[in-house]
C-alpha cells in the first residue's frame, strides 16, 4: 500500500524541481520478496524473513558528512536522497517509489519489520505526516498543559494535533477545513475547531484564537499549511513569549509581505523542521501501537485506488476530497 502525500501533488502538478521521470511514493507498507545479501536484520535488531510486511523511512543520510557526523541533523546531509522523489527510474535500480507493484530498497535503508497488531492503514493513514510532525514538536517542544494551534486539518495536521495532545497538551485548537477533515480533528481529540469557510478573514481568525485563549494567544501555534500567508497571520496567534514551527513549507509557495518587528515584540521563539530520521519512524510505529483507540489512523485512509487509477488518486487528494488516498497494486 502506499499513500498519496500532499508533496507527491506538488511533484505532479510540477511545483518541486525535480529531475524526471520518477516513480511517484513515498509512504509505503511491502512484503519482503527477496532479501539481498548480508540484509538479515531491521534497524532495530529484529530478524527478517521473505514475506514479512515492512516499511522503511524513505530517504538515506551518507551519515558521515558535516551534518550527519558532526552536526547531528542528518535530514540536511547535501547527499540525502527519497524515494518517490529523488531517484529517477529511467536508471537502474528502476524501481525507487511506491507507486509500484515492486520497490528496490538500496543498501543503507532504515528498514521496520511491522508488528502484527498493527494494521499497513494505520501505518499509511499516518503516513509521512506523523514522522514529520513527531520530529517538529521535538524541536518546538509542548509543555504539560500548553495550549497548541494547529493551522491546518490536512495529514500534517491531524498527525501534529495527536502528538501536541500525546505531549500534555491542555488545549488544541485546530484551523483549516472542509468540514469533513474538521470532523476528523475533533476524532482525533480537538478541543476547538475553526472552521475556514465561517472565518474567511484573517483578524477574525485570530481574535478566535484569542478569545479561546483567555485574550493572551497560544503558548505554541504549528503550522501545517504550506500557505504563506498562515505564517504571518499564525505568528499574531501566538502569546507572547509563545513558539512558533514552520512545518507545512515542503515546497517553494512563494513569499509573503512580514514584518520581523513581531518576533522581537512579541518575544517569539520561531523554529522550522524538515522531514525525519530513523528515530522518528521507530517512534511512530511505537506511538501508533499505543495510542492506537485514542487516535486511530487507520480511519483516515477514505479512498483506494488501483494502480492504474493513480492520477485519479492524485486528483481526488489535491481537491480536498479524501481524508487520505491509497493505491493498493492490483486491486480495485
Known sequence: MAGICGTDVHLWKGELPIGLPIILGHETVGRIEQLGDGLERDWTGQPLSV?????????????????????????RCPQRRAYGIGHRCDQPPHFLGGYAEFHYLKPGTTIFKLPEDLPTESVIGAGCALITAIHG?????????????VQGAGPVGIAALAVAKSAGAGKVIVIGGPKHRLESARKF????????????????????????TGGFGAD????????????????????????????GHYCDAGTVAFNPHVITRKQLQVFGSWSSEPRHLKGAIEFLRRWRKQFAFETMVSHRFSLDKANEALATTANWQSAKSVIVPGKP
Not at 220 to 232: R, T
Open 51 to 75: 514475506g514479512d510486511r515492512v516499511t522503511w523511512n524513505s530517504s538515506i543520510s551518507c551519515g558521515h558528512c558535516y551534518y550527519c557526523a558532526e552536526k547531528r541533523q542528518p535530514t
Open 137 to 149: 514538536v521535538e524541536r518546538t517542544g509542548i509543555n504539560w498543559q500548553d495550549t497548541v494551534v
Open 189 to 212: 481529540g480537538a478541543d476547538h475547531v475553526i472552521d475556514l469557510d465561517e472565518l474567511k478573514k484573517s483578524d477574525e481568525r485570530i481574535k478566535a484564537v484569542r478569545d479561546l
Open 220 to 247: 505554541v501555534v504549528l503550522e501545517c499549511v504550506g500557505a504563506p500567508g498562515a505564517v504571518v497571520e499564525g505568528m499574531e496567534m501566538c502569546r507572547d513569549g509563545g513558539k512558533y514551527l514552520v512545518l
